[in-house]
């Protein structure tokens, strides 16, 4: 949608918060338009608050009408839903924000494979990888850090020795990583919709 219609898009997300409505339509359910920053979802909740549907297309048909349609009285239990439906989407928004301010990819399969490789290992080996794997989960990566890594991940054959001291030798010295204080989102209801089948 914000690539194929950018205006229409924009227009949206520009709209003033709390916006209720009601229209006849084929299903039954209250649409809820959600934002937090640069974050937005469309969800379709049925009226026991379980969201049925959050398909943009699939709900934008719903709630397609001409401009002179008659509004209709929402649901009695319309604002209920719309705000259990915006702390769901807060939620969501948080915890998306949260992993991607933590572990890249790239770190997360480097640790899964050195604990792999430390099974069946004497003691001495496993603090060794420990500390490793402690020392890449503090250090910033830069691009070329990354592609000497992932080259070391995808070599076979060697003895877990040696692909320890590969890694330990390309993260050595590194800068760390300053990892900020992650900050609550807090949601807005944009626009909800009561969509009644009658």
């Not at 934002?35 to 699939?58: C, M, P, V």
Request: proline share 2%.
């Amino acid at each position: 949608i914000k690539k194929n219609y950018q205006e229409e898009y924009q227009k949206a997300v520009s709209l003033p918060s709390g916006i209720r409505a009601g229209k006849n339509s084929s299903a039954e359910g209250v649409v809820v338009f959600c934002k937090t920053d640069d974050y937005f979802q469309l969800y379709l909740s049925g009226k026991d608050k379980k969201i049925a549907e959050r398909n943009d297309w699939k709900i934008l048909s719903l709630l397609s009408c001409k401009v002179d349609a008659d509004n209709k009285d929402v649901f009695e239990n319309h604002d209920d839903i719309t705000e259990e439906i915006r702390e769901k989407f807060e939620k969501e928004a948080n915890q998306r924000e949260f992993k991607k301010e933590n572990k890249s990819v790239l770190k997360k399969q480097i640790i899964n494979r050195l604990k792999r490789i430390k099974r069946g290992q004497v003691d001495s080996f496993k603090r060794e990888v420990d500390l490793v794997i402690q020392e890449l989960e503090d250090v910033s990566l830069m691009r070329k850090d990354e592609k000497k890594l992932r080259s070391i991940l995808r070599k076979y054959g060697k003895m877990p020795k040696e692909i320890v001291n590969e890694i330990k030798e390309n993260i050595n010295g590194k800068k760390k990583e300053e990892k900020p204080k992650q900050e609550k989102k807090y949601a807005q209801t944009i626009l909800s919709s009561s969509l009644k089948n009658n």
